[in-house]
């Protein structure tokens, strides 16, 4: 479905099971209202979002005390309105919305409709809600609120309102790829989100542009957790001798430096899949060929976005679907166009990259940390990359986040704000008098992320 300004817009949320139908309408340009049932949604499962003291840096966060304020961390549909249509997926629709109370706290809101899915599709639904569960890092999206209502998911999120890393690429004259020092900042915080994300034994499957947003801030935020799998991983400290190449003053690689460094490796050297999925274009050698792959198809797949970046195609892309992945599969090897100055060290990390078997294939027996020293990602600081300034591109105008709702907005503002102090000063309070709710059963996720809420009815069974 493709969003029109000029249009009114009318979404159903129709519950066949229940006969109740959750309409969102609008009746001005591009806001739409978000009406429901709010009797229903009290007796429905929801899920609240985390509590900031959980997490102690989370009382920071501004979305995370908008959403205490306004809700007292217990959210509903009801305080959410829904601004605009972003996209469609596989799995559901994504809405722009914004707290009724507050429209400067802007969210990201995917609809699930559970009725509409097969039970693959499900098990996909599953695994993105288990993944978004975990995730507690700036290149990877905040999970602020999990909402079940009737045989809807809905899944609370940060809104990026700068596009996506492939939308950016078409921008670019003659399709040719973005600037170096850009491809080198968007793939070290794709890398960075990536270890993040091994680190927790995730194995992500579904590298690409498209999956790449970028935040109001011009930092990444990569999307889409539905194809990952989990698997165990053993963080250990190792201790090498690194073989490290330097330059001379001239510039130009002299005989590398040998040097013994330990080092944290969490890197899930153990995963195992069978199951074939991804993007063509992507797909690692192994996944092509069904034997069973790891985490290294996440590392073929970072040397192939580092190439479409830098060249603006995919290194195998052939006529059809089919000879691309003959292309990946078959003994060629990868061929850069361009190898001067900088791009020389580009083209030699995806050569090591795009090594079609993964025990040779760079980062999959350490992960980041290998890729890290690779001279491609010289000078970057990483425990600082996060307060790089994001480059200028041409196409990227960077949209600051505003709601189309502007009436009484230094009220609201002025309000959320008051409404945030008083949080503050009385958190112990709000916090105890919210778990005490006598109707309400919670339940901390595994990672202690954010509380599940069930409602609960006066016989102690779950309403569902
Ligand atoms: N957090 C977000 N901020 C801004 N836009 C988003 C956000 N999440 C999704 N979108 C937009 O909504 C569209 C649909 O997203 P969704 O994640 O459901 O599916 P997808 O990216 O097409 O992938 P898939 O179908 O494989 O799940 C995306 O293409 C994107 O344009």
Same mark, same amino acid.
């Given at each position: 479905?493709?969003?029109?300004?000029?249009?009114?817009?009318?979404?159903?949320?129709?519950?066949?099971?229940?006969?109740?139908?959750?309409?969102?309408?609008?009746?001005?340009?591009?806001?739409?209202?978000?009406?429901?049932?709010?009797?229903?949604?009290?007796? /429905?499962?929801?899920?609240?979002?985390?509590?900031?003291?959980?997490?102690?840096?989370?009382?920071?966060?501004?979305?995370?005390?908008?959403?205490?304020?306004?809700?007292?961390?217990?959210?509903?549909?009801?305080?959410?309105?829904?601004?605009?249509?972003?996209?469609?997926?596989?799995?559901?629709?994504?809405?722009?919305?914004?707290?009724?109370?507050?429209?400067?706290?802007?969210?990201?809101?995917?609809?699930?409709?559970?009725?509409?899915?097969?039970?693959?599709?499900?098990?996909?639904?599953?695994?993105?809600?288990?993944?978004?569960?975990?995730?507690?890092?700036?290149?990877?999206?905040?999970?602020?609120?999990?909402?079940?209502?009737?045989?809807?998911?809905?899944?609370?999120?940060?809104?990026?309102?700068?596009?996506?890393?492939?939308?950016?690429?078409?921008?670019?004259?003659?399709?040719?790829?973005?600037?170096?020092?850009?491809?080198?900042?968007?793939?070290?915080?794709?890398?960075?989100?990536?270890?993040?994300?091994?680190?927790?034994?995730?194995?992500?499957?579904?590298?690409?542009?498209?999956?790449?947003?970028?935040?109001?801030?011009?930092?990444?935020?990569?999307?889409?957790?539905?194809?990952?799998?989990?698997?165990?991983?053993?963080?250990?400290?190792?201790?090498?001798?690194?073989?490290?190449? /330097?330059?001379?003053?001239?510039?130009?690689?002299?005989?590398?430096?040998?040097?013994?460094?330990?080092?944290?490796?969490?890197?899930?050297?153990?995963?195992?899949?069978?199951?074939?999925?991804?993007?063509?274009?992507?797909?690692?050698?192994?996944?092509?060929?069904?034997?069973?792959?790891?985490?290294?198809?996440?590392?073929?797949?970072?040397?192939?976005?580092?190439?479409?970046?830098?060249?603006?195609? /995919?290194?195998?892309?052939?006529?059809?679907?089919?000879?691309?992945?003959?292309?990946?599969?078959?003994?060629?090897?990868?061929?850069?166009?361009?190898?001067?100055?900088?791009?020389?060290?580009?083209?030699?990390?995806?050569?090591?990259?795009?090594?079609?078997?993964?025990?040779?294939?760079?980062?999959?027996?350490?992960?980041? /940390?290998?890729?890290?020293?690779?001279?491609?990602?010289?000078?970057?600081?990483?425990?600082?990359?996060?307060?790089?300034?994001?480059?200028?591109?041409?196409?990227?105008?960077?949209?600051?986040?505003?709601?189309?709702?502007?009436?009484?907005?230094?009220?609201?503002?002025?309000?959320?704000?008051?409404?945030?102090?008083?949080?503050?000063?009385?958190?112990?309070?709000?916090?105890?008098?919210?778990?005490?709710?006598?109707?309400?059963?919670?339940?901390?996720?595994?990672?202690?992320?954010?509380?599940?809420?069930?409602?609960?009815?006066?016989?102690?069974?779950?309403?569902?």
């Amino acid at each position: 479905m493709s969003m029109d300004d000029d249009t009114d817009l009318e979404f159903s949320f129709t519950s066949t099971t229940t006969d109740r139908t959750f309409t969102t309408s609008s009746s001005a340009r591009s806001s739409l209202t978000l009406s429901f049932n709010e009797s229903l949604l009290l007796s /429905t499962t929801a899920l609240a979002p985390a509590p900031a003291t959980t997490l102690h840096h989370r009382k920071w966060d501004p979305h995370w005390s908008a959403i205490m304020a306004a809700t007292h961390g217990n959210l509903h549909l009801s305080h959410l309105k829904l601004v605009r249509h972003l996209g469609t997926g596989n799995l559901g629709r994504v809405f722009l919305c914004h707290l009724r109370d507050c429209n400067s706290a802007t969210f990201a809101l995917k609809v699930i409709d559970k009725d509409s899915l097969t039970p693959k599709k499900l098990s996909h639904v599953q695994m993105e809600a288990e993944i978004l569960s975990m995730l507690v890092h700036p290149y990877l999206p905040t999970l602020y609120a999990r909402l079940d209502v009737s045989h809807y998911t809905c899944l609370l999120i940060d809104y990026c309102p700068n596009g996506d890393l492939h939308a950016l690429l078409r921008k670019q004259p003659s399709n040719r790829g973005l600037p170096l020092h850009a491809v080198r900042f968007f793939a070290a915080e794709v890398l960075v989100a990536l270890e993040y994300l091994h680190a927790l034994g995730v194995v992500y499957r579904d590298l690409k542009p498209e999956n790449i947003l970028l935040r109001e801030n011009g930092h990444i935020m990569l999307s889409d957790f539905d194809l990952c799998f989990k698997a165990d991983v053993v963080p250990t400290l190792q201790t090498n001798r690194v073989l490290r190449p /330097t330059r001379n003053r001239f510039g130009c690689f002299r005989s590398p430096d040998e040097e013994e460094l330990t080092e944290f490796v969490a890197e899930p050297v153990t995963a195992f899949s069978k199951s074939c999925v991804g993007t063509h274009e992507y797909l690692a050698p192994e996944l092509v060929s069904g034997n069973g792959h790891g985490n290294g198809v996440d590392w073929w797949a970072f040397g192939i976005l580092i190439y479409e970046l830098l060249y603006g195609v /995919t290194p195998f892309k052939g006529g059809s679907k089919e000879s691309t992945l003959r292309n990946i599969t078959s003994n060629k090897q990868v061929r850069c166009h361009v190898a001067e100055g900088a791009a020389a060290e580009a083209r030699d990390l995806i050569e090591k990259l795009l090594v079609k078997d993964p025990r040779e294939r760079l980062g999959c027996a350490r992960g980041a /940390t290998d890729i890290k020293r690779h001279p491609f990602f010289d000078g970057i600081n990483w425990p600082l990359i996060r307060n790089y300034k994001p480059p200028e591109v041409r196409g990227l105008v960077m949209k600051r986040i505003t709601s189309n709702v502007t009436h009484n907005n230094n009220n609201i503002n002025r309000r959320c704000w008051w409404k945030k102090l008083a949080v503050f000063t009385k958190k112990n309070k709000i916090i105890t008098s919210r778990i005490n709710y006598q109707n309400l059963s919670f339940r901390k996720n595994n990672n202690g992320n954010y509380y599940q809420y069930h409602y609960v009815n006066s016989k102690g069974g779950k309403c569902v």
